[in-house]
């Protein structure tokens, strides 16, 4: 059994005996996002530009410790991409990708304004390339077996906002920002960068 998955059952396990208030979790959002690419020789692809993408993510979330503090754990389906040029060389260029993954995060509550709680956030994902493509000048290229486009193990920060509509249902909407670790398999350096705003619904399963 490999150490991440020793470390996740680890934390299933200790959740599922210290659960105070259990929820299940709903969310989409926009991102905007780009690419930070280096060559093999050290030069620095500039002038990309961000492109507005679309994520969506469900879960499982419940308080840990303390009150003010929650562990998540969820899947997710989210677009990456950026546009640019090189004009040296005149070329257009264009990405698009999809990745689907899962997630383990952690959201601490700063303070409350009456019902509303204001919460800091980070989490941590690894996800799988399921289809994308790049544009070259007039040219579609297929990003299937393109090694640079694997496996992403993904950063987030942020901070969110969460309102209670019911005893069993609350809304959040939520910023966070995320990169990626380098993802190039040679010498060059890729790293996915996004701005992520996102809304979602949160419901309660147990209450203590």
């Keep these: ?10 934390l299933l396990l200790f959740v599922a005996t210290n659960a105070t208030a259990q929820q299940v979790y709903l969310e989409g959002g926009k991102s905007s ?3 930070d690419f280096t060559s093999s020789k050290g030069v620095k692809l500039d002038n990309l530009q961000a492109t507005a993408h679309s994520f969506m993510a469900l879960g499982y979330r419940n308080q840990v410790f ?4 929650s562990l998540s754990f969820g899947a ?4 990456y991409g950026a546009i640019g040029s090189n004009d040296a060389q005149g070329n257009y260029m264009e990405w698009d990708v ?4 899962l997630n383990v995060g952690v ?17 941590v994902s690894t996800a799988f390339f399921i289809q994308g493509s790049q544009i070259l000048n007039s040219r579609v290229i297929d990003l299937k077996n393109n090694e640079d486009f694997g496996t992403m193990l993904n950063l ?12 069993h249902l609350s809304f959040y909407t939520q910023y966070l920002y995320g990169k990626s670790a380098d993802m190039s398999k040679g010498d060059a350096e890729l790293k996915i960068a996004s701005n992520n705003v996102s809304f979602g619904l949160l419901i309660n399963l147990a209450r203590k």
């Design 1 to 10: 059994m490999t150490t991440i998955k020793k470390i996740t059952l680890v």
């Design 33 to 35: 996002t780009t690419f």
């Design 66 to 69: 303390t009150e003010n503090l």
């Design 76 to 79: 997710n389906y989210s677009g």
């Design 98 to 101: 999809n990745y689907a993954g």
């Design 107 to 123: 959201d601490y509550t700063l303070f409350n304004v009456k019902r509303a709680s204001i919460y800091v956030k980070g989490a």
């Design 156 to 167: 987030q920060v942020g901070a969110g906002f969460s309102h209670p509509i019911s005893e």
